[in-house]
């Protein structure tokens, strides 16, 4: 019987007692209220100080003041900014255990609700991990288990990207089966992934675009590895459409060109490339992001379309961090904050044609970050070692998921804990688990 039932029957002294209980106080109609903050919601055009009401795990009202006793719960974002909650186009999240798997279902990979929501992340792409022969052990294993919305680029090679000879064999990377796997997870699956190989040929890209076009996605291609280099400027303006992605853009790697010539100048071809459309993103991962390249490069007004991680086991503890850290040196090398938040917000979630993330729209499931930008004296590592110096950090407070509060540095959104009731732990007076939300 529901305990807010209307009657209470107890069975007391062997008689049937009937009691009435005053009817409940009425709900307040938001249950989240983050109050006081600087909103910045690129997509919608906000850009100031505002609240933002959640109910039903949905944002509900975003306005410039709404009033406290309309919320069952408030969080105090004075000082700070409210943003869509963030999202990585690069990361490695098909964690597994089996034995030299790398990638795919290997131990290089990390698991996404270990990592996003203390960094203001709800949305994680892993890029290639899994092809079309495992993406449903990537459903089943992450995907489904993740409280993180958990997105995928499939691998044009079938297995997935399993590191050494399986990452070459042109045999296993087919466009109509990888086309037919993306066609049957559309949504989830929202692009095809190229990396690694090292052959003199173009198949690998020229399959993955003709996949996705077939089944309307965009590919990211990590390119390299071709000694000697394949030709960037023929990869960008021959064999991409607008829409595809560069990943790794600030790298220097053997057997591939760098977007930095060596005068020190973008490319022009590099410039007639984003012109006609394709993306540059950073994907900054463990080898990938090199001052010397990023500093000139943005000096030159060559800042990246997204800002990605490209986080791995090898990437997590060295230069790159996490992804408030990527999006603090771009910050730090000159691109206003609104434009940082876009790179990880609206901008993401138009490549990749997910138009309900990414903003606060009213109606859209609630996925929100507070952030702080600390200002001070601080240090950043590329993936050289090289420091180069800053003087502000991105930090976060709140993350909120799909309504709930899942990340809380500073127990903004909790109660002091001298107003708590007395519940012994294990009572089934705590509320129950909540269900997983949708992805
Ligand atoms: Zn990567």
């Known amino acids: 019987m529901p305990i807010r039932s209307r009657t209470l029957l107890l069975a007391a002294l062997g008689s049937v007692v009937i009691l009435w209980p005053a009817p409940a106080a009425a709900q307040p109609p938001y249950t989240v209220l983050i109050k006081g903050g600087h909103v910045i919601d690129p997509k919608n ?15 509900a009202e975003v306005a410039p003041s709404i009033d406290a006793a309309k919320a069952s719960r408030v969080v105090d974002a004075a000082g700070l900014y409210v943003v869509p909650g963030l999202i ?11 034995p030299d798997a790398y990638l795919s279902n290997g131990l290089t990979a990390v698991l996404p609700d270990s990592h996003s929501f203390r960094s203001g992340q709800t949305t994680m792409v892993d890029v290639g991990g899994a092809g079309w022969r495992n993406f449903g052990q990537f459903k089943t294993n992450i995907i489904d288990t993740s409280k993180t ?5 499939i691998n044009i090679v079938g297995s997935g990207m399993k590191g050494g000879p399986a990452e ?15 066609l049957q997870h559309k949504g989830v699956i929202v692009g095809i992934k190229v990396a690694h190989y090292n052959g003199g040929d173009w198949n690998p890209v020229d399959r993955a675009v003709e996949a996705g076009t077939d089944a309307e996605v965009p590919v990211m291609i990590d390119f390299g590895g071709h000694v000697p280099p394949l030709s960037l400027d023929d990869l960008l303006n021959k064999h991409l459409r607008p829409g595809d992605i560069l990943t790794h853009m600030y790298g220097h790697v053997r057997g591939r060109y760098p977007i930095v010539n060596e005068q020190g100048q973008v490319e022009p071809y590099v410039i007639a490339a ?8 950073v994907g900054h991962g ?9 500093v000139p490069a943005t000096k030159q007004g060559f800042f990246p379309d997204v ?7 090898g990437s997590e503890n060295a230069g790159m961090k996490d992804i408030l850290n ?36 009213v109606g859209t499931e609630a996925d929100v970050a507070v952030l702080a930008v600390r200002k001070g004296d601080f240090g950043f590592l590329d993936s050289s070692g090289g420091r180069m110096k800053g003087t502000q950090k991105l930090e976060c407070e709140v993350t909120i998921r799909a309504g709930q509060v899942v990340w809380d540095l500073n127990g903004r959104a909790a109660p002091d804990w001298s107003t708590m009731p007395v519940v012994p732990q294990g009572s089934s007076a705590l509320p129950p688990r909540r269900s997983q939300p949708q992805k």
């Open 45 to 59: 055009g906000r850009d100031g100080l505002m609240d933002v009401a959640i109910a039903a795990g949905k944002i």
């Open 88 to 98: 990585d186009l690069h990361a490695h999240l098909f964690h597994g255990t089996e």
């Open 149 to 153: 919305r958990v997105l995928s680029f």
């Open 168 to 182: 070459q064999d042109l045999a296993d990377m087919d466009a109509r089966l990888t086309a037919m796997r993306i």
């Open 274 to 281: 984003r012109k006609r459309g394709v993306i540059f993103d």
């Open 286 to 294: 463990g080898g990938s992001f090199l001052w010397r390249q990023a």
């Open 307 to 313: 800002i990605s991680t490209d986080l791995h086991t």
């Open 326 to 361: 990527v999006m603090s040196k771009i910050m730090n090398l000159g691109m206003p904050l609104k434009d940082v938040i876009a790179a990880n917000t609206a901008r993401p979630a138009a490549i990749i044609k997910r138009d309900d993330l990414g903003h606060l729209g």
